[in-house]
């Protein structure tokens, strides 16, 4: 069976940085036991990236809070996971938008070629995450979508309940809640 994790955006500026919140950090641990367990070739994860004119995107104006700078110190990714996707040599996914662009020739190049089981991490729940989730269910769609309660969250405690029920909705399987 091909399992791989994704992991999204757990990068400083979602956990203690621009647009950190309280609790983010307590997702480190388990997210880095995970990428050990999955091991070399089944880990892959996304940072989010902008550039100097972030403001200037649609996004910026909605949310004009710069983050993820590409190469500054809040778009490095967070904490043990970071040194446990170095371990494994996770492939790495930089994407401008909230989903990853499966499109890009860069992102093509990393994604494998099929998956019986995509497990989710990282941040935010109801954004970038369900963003993904959407993105690789349409990408492998006889995959199964699992995300893990555990291992997500979001400034909005709300806003992640209501994500978890989206992603049930969907068929996407939704563990430790």
Known sequence: MERYLFVIDYQKDFVDGALGFPGAEKLDGPIARKVLAYGEGHVL???DTHF???LTTREGR?????HCVHGSEGWQVYGETAKALAQVKA????KRSFGMDVTDPATAAVLPERADEIELVGLVSNICLISNAVVLQS???EAAIVVDA???DSFDKGLHEKTLD?????QVRVLNR
């Open 45 to 47: 994860f996304t940072r």
């Open 52 to 54: 100097e004119d972030y």
């Open 62 to 66: 909605n949310l004009p809070v710069v």
């Open 91 to 94: 492939a790495a996914i930089d």
């Open 139 to 141: 990408r492998y769609p």
């Open 150 to 152: 555990q291992c997500t």
């Open 166 to 170: 989206v992603l049930a909705g969907f």
